[in-house]
């Protein structure tokens, strides 16, 4: 059973930057594409950026040019490097894979101030 754990989140003003990190067990990581998606209140949940296992990456537009997704296959973890933060970026975070599994972590919160 995979088992994701999304760490990393926190309160920022706008403008600052947050790393978040996602530990993956199980579901063989190397071979997946993962990405990270996120759900603001009252929105549905949206996927702002993905790896393939070859490491090719894509983001939403919203996030395009400030937010930088990567894996470390040898840890099983995914991270999003986010900067630049915005008040609408303000969300929890949850990291899957591509397409998602049925199952999901408990997400990381993360809010941005004005």
């Known amino acids: 059973q995979v088992q994701l754990v999304e760490s990393g989140g926190g309160l920022v003003q706008t403008g600052g930057s947050l790393r978040l990190s996602c530990v993956v067990s199980?579901?063989?990581?190397?071979?997946?594409?993962m990405g990270w998606y996120r759900q603001a209140p009252g929105k549905q949940r949206e996927l702002v950026a993905g790896?393939?296992?070859?490491?090719?990456?894509n983001y939403a537009d919203s996030v395009k040019g400030r937010f930088t997704i990567t894996r470390d296959n040898a840890k099983t973890t995914v991270y999003l490097q986010m900067n630049s933060l915005q008040p609408e970026d303000t969300a929890v975070y949850y990291c899957?894979?591509?397409?998602?599994?049925?199952?999901w972590g408990q997400g990381t919160q993360v809010t941005v101030s004005l």
């Open positions: 199980g579901g063989f990581f190397s071979i997946r594409n």
């Open positions: 899957n894979k591509v397409p998602e599994y049925a199952s």
């Open positions: 790896i393939t296992a070859g490491r090719i990456t």
